[in-house]
């Protein structure tokens, strides 16, 4: 009965070992790691549209460090130098807002819209549509960015004029 007992007890023994060990040998096949995630490329050009049933009324399209655009419809339009500096403090305006998503509960109607866009080379634009309408998340917040933006960019093409 001992000699049973412990025949049992040896099998029994092997047996978990051998499980263990076709366990451990699958898991180390299914064992991966993932890539480190690669970082998006840098912001290429930023434009800030605003446009009345969805014609642009004024649009500032500004590249890191070139030349960038201005139009105005029915007033004129200023291709005007910026420095990768001069983008950057833009870019800083509206940072917060890029890649997240936007959504607009509107109080009035019939309102001009703007458009924020981000380019990244090689990736789909990015873009931020809102309306002085809207009453939603940080639309405050965003106004006052987009402004502050636009601001910047009217004081870096009317430098030289």
Known sequence: MVDLAST????????????????????TGCVTTSPEPQPWPEVSEIR???????????????PAGGQARWVRQGSGEADFPVTQAEFERVRDQVRDFEGIPFSCD?????????RLEWSRQGEPIQTL????GCVSGDADGLFDKVHAAAGLLAEVRDRDR
């Open 8 to 27: 049992l007890l040896q099998r029994w023994t092997l047996t978990r070992l051998g499980v263990a060990v076709l366990l451990a040998s699958a898991l």
């Open 48 to 62: 800030i549209s605003w446009m009345v049933w969805g014609e642009v009324q004024e649009e500032f399209t500004v």
């Open 106 to 114: 509107r109080v009035m109607t019939d309102m001009p819209t703007g």
């Open 129 to 132: 549509d809102f309306d002085p």
